[in-house]
């Protein structure tokens, strides 16, 4: 168990409709990531948050958006759905942002969420 | 159209047999290097990580071996167990600004045979 929690762990909607993700982080850690894994393109970045401020972008959609709130919980926000966004969407919490040659610190993975679009 | 699933390469092993995966990476700029294990229906789990100022780690029956010339990263399992069937990651960060992006490689799906 990593200490990142993620619900609902699976969620089957329509195409057209909105669903929004949850995660809570190790407790005292301060980035939240999102990650999207599907079939045919593999386990692809989204974003970044640190103490409730975007950090960095990845290959997420206009249609997606995410916030992290001042409990440091975030939810990814997933709207006008499409059959190809059916996937596992991860979450992973990490003590501290990266600053150039800073510290590394690992990530920490959720159980991810299943996302079915019909 | 009907989407194409990635093609992972496999490796098939017998328990008690060293293990060997590798990954090229592309980005020269990439400055810390991190292998995941993926089980089945659960989130990656970190293995090992490596800095690029470092050509070689070792952990417990895990050592990755970092070559920057040739943007080589390999991952050594001994002992190899059944428990260790899996899908492995290589994950780099690209430094800068990117404030902790990683970036994953396609997978390497390992299946021990007891």
């Known amino acids: 168990d990593s200490g990142v929690t993620q619900t609902p762990k699976h969620l089957i909607t329509a195409t057209g409709q909105r669903v929004t993700l949850r995660c809570s982080p190790r407790?005292?850690?301060?980035?939240v990531y999102w990650y999207q894994q599907s079939l045919d393109q593999g386990l692809q970045f989204l974003i970044q948050y640190y103490n409730g401020e975007e950090r960095a972008k990845g290959n997420i959609l206009e249609r997606f958006s995410a916030q992290q709130f001042p409990d440091l919980h975030s939810e990814l926000n997933l709207s006008s759905l499409e059959l190809g966004d059916s996937a596992l969407y991860f979450c992973?919490?990490?003590?501290?942002?990266?600053?150039?040659?800073?510290?590394?610190?690992?990530?920490?993975f959720g159980p991810g969420t299943r996302l079915t679009v019909l | 159209g009907e989407s194409v699933g990635l093609h992972l390469p496999t490796l098939s092993v017998q328990e008690g047999d060293n293990s060997i995966i590798n990954c090229a990476y592309s980005?020269?700029?990439?400055?810390?290097f991190i292998w995941y294990k993926q089980e089945s229906g659960k989130g990656p789990q970190f293995i090992i990580d490596i800095r690029s100022n470092m050509d070689k780690r070792q952990g417990q029956r895990v050592t990755v071996l970092l070559n920057k010339t040739v943007k080589h990263l390999s991952l050594q399992i001994a002992a190899t167990q059944p428990g260790d069937s899996a899908v492995y990651f290589c994950?780099?960060?690209?430094?800068?600004?990117?404030?902790?992006?990683?970036?994953f490689g396609q997978g390497t799906i390992l299946t021990v045979h007891p």
């Open positions: 980005n020269s700029a990439s400055d810390y």
């Open positions: 994950a780099e960060k690209v430094g800068g600004t990117s404030y902790g992006k990683l970036t």
């Open positions: 992973a919490s990490s003590p501290r942002t990266l600053t150039g040659t800073g510290t590394y610190n690992e990530q920490f």
């Open positions: 407790s005292g850690d301060l980035s």
